[in-house]
């Protein structure tokens, strides 16, 4: 079993930005691909980030390419995703997910475990 603990989220103005951290615990975290993803009230949980267990391999929705940033340090256990350009579309609950694999996956059936979430609200 993995635990996930999504911090970071908060209210922010259109044109700021955030960081949300994801810290692992319970197995190697250097094993794992991770993943964000983010669900609006109303509408399905869509793919926002992904990187691969070492940190060489990212991939980005179209809609957050520019403005966002994956990274992790498996030393600290912690994945990160950096937003900037912050825009109201952009409000949801931001969850992450990690699965042990060599790929990166970029669809939520790809991924095994899932934090509880933590809310990005973007004010116009």
């Known amino acids: 079993q993995v635990q996930l603990v999504e911090s970071g989220g908060g209210l922010v103005q259109a044109g700021g930005s955030l960081r949300l951290s994801c810290v692992a615990s319970?197995?190697?975290?250097?094993?794992?691909?991770m993943g964000w993803f983010r669900q609006a009230p109303g509408k399905e949980r869509e793919f926002v980030a992904a990187i691969s267990w070492n940190g060489r391999s990212t991939n980005y929705a179209d809609s957050v390419k520019g403005r966002f940033t994956i990274s992790r340090d498996n030393a600290e256990n912690t994945g990160y995703l950096q937003m900037n350009s912050l825009k109201p579309e952009d409000t949801a609950v931001y969850y992450c997910a990690v699965r042990q694999t060599a790929l990166i996956p970029t669809t939520a059936r790809g991924y095994d475990y899932w934090g509880q979430g933590t809310q990005v609200t973007v004010s116009s």
């Open positions: 319970g197995r190697t975290f250097s094993n794992y691909a």
